[in-house]
């Protein structure tokens, strides 16, 4: 069971005897699943050896695993943007392009631009005095390069920060947002299989897949002859799970939607991990012309209106000034209160600094903050 991490809580961790590392006597490791802000699902492991003392602590990533990676590149261009908040995922790396280096992150870390940089600082100069002693030419290029370092921190000149996160979860926040920042640009890349690996996804040997059920394979037809799906038949197709990697069933089904258009939908349920995903595509191929739909909402009552948005939808609410880009959301058959409710989780996913105790007044207080409150208050039917 996944819990809000709390001073007041009252979760009991799983107390696990394990050997140490150290005196190679037995121990006692301490186990918590928890929710921690920015790092979303974390299991908290403490290990500590009555025999000789030694004691070990570490944060283990247990949340989605993203479809693809991301590489997100900051352009720090005044000593304001040294403050934006930074949020690395376990397994990323951090570049820096004007001096060619990088350097891997084996720890999830939540900072600012400012405390990377410093932190990168320190780490250099713990190992310097041996360095002088044992290898006084290496230890003469990384005193340059930490001076370097240092000057970054001043911002003499403008420099690139990017964050290579193979997982998907990583943020630097967006001093502008809902609406892009200039200054920030995202790519996402499919990972390789050592990056897949290092997440721990692995896919399943060839071997198992032999062994799957008749019942989960999709028989070819053959090439002259056309298979035609029955409205009341469930098509499933094997797909490796999103979060955990494990082979699971991907289901679908046609379904005509009284008043809407034929939709497919697409469900899975992950029985290894629990990740269940829902999606809705248009089975009724792509009309020559788009379509326009203005909701005047006037009493709680509209919220309950169902609604269905297609892939490439986009959605604007102008009393609040927002706008979403086209497939923004995916497709989904819900109401109107579903739909804000998404929106809203969206937002507080993509920007998670404007919301929870770590917020400051400024930013609840600004224009994306204040529009998460208006979207809840708007599901209240009090707005």
Do not use: W
């Not at 006597?25 to 802000?37: E, P, R």
């Not at 998907?168 to 390789?192: F, K």
């Not at 035609?228 to 089904?253: A, R």
């Amino acid at each position: 069971m996944i819990t809000e991490l709390d001073a007041d809580g009252e979760s009991e961790p799983l107390r696990v005897e394990s050997l140490c590392t150290n005196c190679f006597k037995n121990g006692t490791t301490l186990l918590m699943l928890t929710k921690i802000s920015y790092f979303k699902e974390v299991i908290i492991s403490s290990f500590s050896c009555p025999h000789c003392g030694y004691e070990n602590r570490s944060l283990i990533p247990a949340s989605q695993v993203q479809d693809k990676g991301q590489r997100i590149t900051l352009k720090v261009n005044n000593v304001k943007d040294m403050n934006r908040r930074v949020v690395i995922p376990v397994g990323s790396t951090v570049n820096i392009p004007e001096y060619d280096s990088s350097f891997p992150f084996s720890d999830g870390v939540v900072s600012t631009v400012e405390g990377i940089i410093t932190a990168l600082t320190d780490n250099l100069s713990k190992l310097q005095p041996e360095r002088k002693q044992n290898q006084p030419d290496l230890a003469l290029k990384i005193e340059k390069f930490i001076d370097q370092l240092h000057t970054l921190l001043k911002v003499e000149k403008p420099f690139s920060l990017v964050i290579d996160d193979p997982s998907g979860n990583g943020l630097i926040e967006n001093y502008l947002a809902p609406d892009d920042d200039p200054q920030i640009n995202i790519e996402t890349y499919v990972r390789t299989p050592e990056q897949n690996e290092l997440l721990g996804l692995q896919p399943r040997p060839a071997k198992q897949l032999d062994n799957l059920s008749d019942s989960n394979t999709i028989q070819k037809e053959p090439e002259n002859k056309a298979s035609k799906v029955e409205k009341d038949e469930v098509m499933s197709i094997d797909v490796n799970c999103p979060s955990c990697g494990t082979l699971t069933e991907n289901k679908m089904k046609v379904v005509d939607i009284p008043h809407f258009k034929e939709v497919i939908l697409m469900a899975i349920n992950c029985p290894v991990c629990g990740f269940r995903d829902c999606e809705v595509r248009s089975g009724a191929g792509v009309s020559p012309r788009g379509r326009r739909y203005k909701l005047q909402i006037k009493n709680i009552y509209d919220l309950s209106r169902d609604i269905l948005v297609s892939e490439t939808a986009a959605i604007k609410i102008p009393e609040l000034d927002f706008e979403s880009v086209g497939g923004t959301l995916g497709g989904r058959f819900t109401t109107v209160e579903g739909l804000l409710v998404a929106i809203t989780d969206q937002l507080i996913s993509a920007n998670p600094f404007v919301v929870g105790d770590s917020a400051s007044t400024e930013e609840t207080s600004s224009r994306l903050g204040s529009m998460i409150s208006h979207l809840k208050e708007t599901n209240k039917g009090i707005y």
